[in-house]
């Protein structure tokens, strides 16, 4: 059976019509984020924000991903399968995270254990394979609008946690201010490059290639500075122990990979849209 593959601008229509309104409120979750810790040191702002950027990851891939497939044309029941297909493996990996978090697996340990990179690295390993070869998500990817998957990671201005952190003194500039700044950047461009996705055709699918990409140069950056710090290649002007410890663990063991999950597939539906040409 063919599927019809949309040019991702007629969906659009509903949502991105007003991508001001959509950046202004990313903008002011990071200001407000940062002036909170600024105005309020005294509060466990770190803590709490790590509780909901928890559950924001979550919800926004699970709650996107109905959307997303709301969007096509398929039959509800076809939407549901898809949508559980991968509903399913994602909350138990949110499970397993969490109760390892919760047992202390991700302190740091003696030299050459690193449980936090390879809680990053193995779902990357085990994911990517799947998401980029598998049938099924290949369907789905071409039914939904090619915007979509940039926009739903406005979220990452969450990443202003890591400055609030850093100001704190529960994280080391050295991490924070790359990983903190980088995620604020890439949150903030979702919307218009999601925006001009849904009205330049090839241009806008271009462009949001290199938005894909500078989001997972993001991440490069600040996983290696972790792993390198933890290793003690470079030094850090303090330890970045609150990566290691719950709640805080739960953005670069869970929250960290999702997203590189996510650019993958955005990359994989933007080059299948652009070979359908």
């Known amino acids: 059976m063919s599927v019809q593959v949309h040019d991702g601008s007629l969906p659009a229509a509903p949502i991105m019509r007003r991508p001001i309104i959509w950046f202004g409120a990313s903008l002011i979750v990071a200001i407000g984020i940062l002036a909170a810790g600024a105005l309020r040191p005294d509060l466990e702002l770190s803590a709490a924000l ?6 924001a990851v979550y919800v926004t891939i699970l709650a996107g991903l109905w959307l ?3 969007m096509t044309d398929a039959a509800h029941t076809t939407r549901l399968r898809h949508w559980m297909s991968v509903a399913l493996p994602v909350t138990l990996w949110l499970a397993i995270i969490y109760w390892l978090a919760l047992t202390g697996a991700f302190r740091p340990r003696p030299a050459g254990w690193l449980p936090t990179p390879v809680a990053i690295v193995a779902p990357m390993l085990i994911g990517l ?3 980029l070869r598998s049938k099924i998500i290949g369907t789905m990817l071409d039914r939904m609008p090619d915007w979509w998957l940039v926009a739903i990671q406005a979220y990452r201005v969450l990443g202003a946690t890591f400055l609030v952190a850093w100001a704190k003194g529960d994280l080391s500039s050295l991490f924070a201010l790359p990983a903190g700044i980088g995620d604020i950047t ?7 490059t999601a925006y001009l996705l849904s009205k330049s055709g090839d241009g806008g699918r271009k462009l949001a290639i290199g938005w894909n990409v500078l989001g997972l140069l993001d991440f490069t950056i600040a996983i290696g500075v972790g792993i390198l710090s933890t290793l003690q290649i470079i030094v850090p002007d303090r330890p970045n122990v609150a990566l290691g410890v719950f709640p805080a663990v739960m953005i670069p063991a869970f929250a960290v990979p999702s997203w590189t999950l996510l650019h ?6 933007l080059r299948r849209k652009l070979r359908s040409k």
């Open 50 to 55: 790590s509780y909901f950027s928890r559950i």
């Open 68 to 70: 997303g497939l709301g």
């Open 129 to 131: 394979p799947l998401l």
């Open 186 to 192: 890439v949150g903030l461009l979702a919307i218009p």
């Open 264 to 269: 993958a597939l955005s990359l994989r539906q």
